[in-house]
């Protein structure tokens, strides 16, 4: 029996990086689907609105640190308060070009996020970053 691909949300304000990282996933046949967010706040209200139907909530989340509207640090605030309603495990790895050591720790704080990744993100971490959702998964 084949294993079922985890259905993949990419969370970031940058349309080059959303296409690029489609199409790094789509190319490796690593999902089968892929939920694209502009901000952290559109993300939060498609989770909101699902949250009783584990199908539609992402198994991956790759979450962008610096966006406009909601960015990556008020995501995992919100995140926080409506997790409780959700019963799916959902893996975050934090996206960033941040190469600030303050944003890493501050991030390695988060119990939510299983990784800090900075951009621009290879298909060899991508890969990684399957392998760790499979280990945490």
Do not use: C
């Not at 609105?49 to 199908?55: A, D, F, G, L, Y």
Request: hydrophobic share 40%; aromatic share 10%.
């Amino acid at each position: 029996m084949a294993k079922k691909r985890p259905l993949i949300a990419i969370i970031d304000d940058d349309r080059v990086y959303h296409f690029i990282l489609s199409s790094i996933i789509n190319k490796n046949k690593l999902a089968d689907s892929i939920l694209s967010f502009m901000d952290g706040e559109e993300a939060i209200q498609y989770l909101t609105n699902n949250k009783t139907e584990n199908e539609k909530i992402p198994d991956i989340v790759f979450l962008d640190m610096n966006m406009p509207i909601m960015d990556g640090w008020l995501f995992l605030e919100e995140y926080e308060r409506i997790k409780k309603d959700i019963t799916k495990k959902t893996v975050i790895f934090m996206i960033s070009s941040s190469v600030d050591p303050l944003d890493i720790e501050r991030a390695g704080n988060i119990i939510e996020i299983t990784d800090y990744i900075v951009k621009p993100i290879k298909l060899s971490e991508v890969k990684k970053i399957f392998k760790k959702y499979e280990i945490f998964s």
